[in-house]
């Protein structure tokens, strides 16, 4: 028995000597995790992801979650508080105190269509989003990304209220409602986008300006889903990229 130990061990000593099997390839390069921050998305129907159509879809192609996988660390962790058709003013109730509970260091907020479609006016909105976007700035401790809103005269839902045709696309808004003419909807957008841009700088959160890549998001037929209103996975990959724009720019400053 020792003899055989011995003439295996020499055996594999030369192997060694010979320079034996060659070594593995090495995978690729695992990045640091980095830090594990809290990102908490608040917003309607396009930060929950309706418009993709089914739930895989919304959980890999919903904007937040292509956001946190391009800007933030492995460590980070992600929650979304968004409620399709909700309003600043109900988000103050139902999203606000959830997402305060789990901490968050990064926030984005992105809110208007549906405000705009309930006819809340640029100042209620303003202060309704001012009161979201301080409670989340935690003092100063969290960074918020807000976003404004993006030109609309050009989504089918909207051309639809004009009785443009579509198939399987509505107008969103209630029956009986007088559709404004479209430079009057474009005002409109423009009041939103200011009152937002006030309280980005009031609160000292980091504007996305969506409304200036508006021909990328809301006027080619295949950013919008097929409802006509909502981003399709290649609109939610340009929101979340201009999300990611917006926070490595303010980052690296």
Known sequence: MAKLVGTVALAVACASCAGGPPPLTSGPTIPAAGRPVVYAALGASETAGTG??????????????????AALP??????????????????????????LAV???????????????????????????????????QGGRARVLVGNAPAIDTLPAFLACRGVSFEGVHCPVLAGVTIPPT???????SAYDAAIAAVVAREGATLVDLRAHSDQITAH?????PDGLHPSPLGDQMIARLFATAFEVKRAG
């Open 52 to 69: 993709l159509n089914d739930t895989s879809l919304r959980a890999r192609y919903a904007w937040p979650q292509l956001f946190f996988n």
């Open 74 to 99: 492995r460590a980070a962790t992600y929650y979304n508080f968004a409620v399709p058709g909700t309003t600043t003013e109900a988000a103050l109730r139902e999203e606000v105190p959830p997402a």
């Open 103 to 137: 901490h968050p260091g990064i926030v984005t907020v992105f809110f208007s269509i549906d405000d705009l479609v309930q006819g809340v006016s640029p100042t209620t909105f303003g202060t309704n989003l001012d009161a979201i976007v301080h409670a989340m700035r």
């Open 183 to 189: 430079q009057a909807v474009d005002a409109a957008v």
């Open 221 to 225: 037929p295949e950013d919008v889903a």
